[in-house]
């Protein structure tokens, strides 16, 4: 909760915006991508720029994208105050131990490190936003990540015990969903109207904070046909209808449920910002379809704005000079966007708003 209400406080009255950048996992793409984005036009004028890693790391970035990372490093004293382009020198792991390609203990270690610190600073008030580079979670859970993925590991470290979950984005489409990183036979007994309304609300908080004035959103069905008027199954009848009325009374402009091959059909066309799906791949699949080297994940409900290309580590082409970085790029300017509605917000609401209460926690990004 401390580290919560710092960085709600710390966030307000912010003018440029300052992002700190982790490399993601040494073995992959994450340093040549952080290098090929630090050269496109209008990145480091748009922010003020924290580069959090090892020196070597970034330099075999700039390396592997064949172009040049100019780094002015500075001390963990300076970073309250840093300006333009910045570098903070970590020790988190050895340049012999950097196996490109490979999972190890030691990428791991580092990966972790690297995000820990970049909490931290945002905790401080020394960055508005974060964006890493792909991590492996297989690498992360060798070093100890106890938690299900980085997101909930990261509400952890926050000391955040309020509603949150990945959100995926592609160009003015965002997608949430009500169970995630659970096995298929297990995701008709986990859908509620809890779970539903938690799924809409979230999506709507972050695409009006994305700018977004009265953003319109989808939920798919999760039987063919809509279930059919219940010849195959009831969910839409019994759960996700109610649901969606009771949003509806709240006026949260959604509808549905919609046939879940059809909705993303309404998506492309541009008839809606969101859609929520009931579980992992009935988004998954169809939003990368759309778009697979434009994605971001954002880290939905956390108290800062957090986020990441939505593509992995890409072990088949590392230190190739191959990886895209557009994914990237998009994660960069969503989140400048997102770090500027956040500190005006955070200004506002520190004035008027009782969710600021003392022991309320459920404050969302």
Known sequence: MLKQRQLEENFIAMS????????????GIG????????TQDGVKDAADILLIGDSHLWERGAKQANTEIELATITEDQTAHFTGCAHLNMHSIDPKDVKVAKVTVASGTSALRCLDKAMDLAVAGHVDCI??????KAAMTSAGLKAEDEHRYMARYLGFRGYHSEINVLDDLMTTRVTSHIGLKDVAAN???QGILRAVQLAEQTLRRAGKTRPSIAVAALNPHAGDNGKFG???IDIIEPAIRFCQSKQIN???PWPSDTVFLKAKRGEVDAVVTMYHDQGQIAIKLLGFERGVTVAGGLPLPIATPAHGTAFDIAGQNQANASAIRQAFDLLLRMAKTHSETSERRSKSDPIYAEGNNSVTW
């Open 16 to 27: 440029r915006q300052k992002i700190a950048i982790v490399p993601g996992d040494p073995s």
């Open 31 to 38: 340093p040549e991508i952080v290098a090929k984005l630090l």
């Open 131 to 136: 964006l890493f580079a792909p991590f492996n």
């Open 191 to 193: 859908i509620d109207e």
């Open 234 to 236: 009831r969910e839409e």
């Open 254 to 256: 959604v509808s549905g």
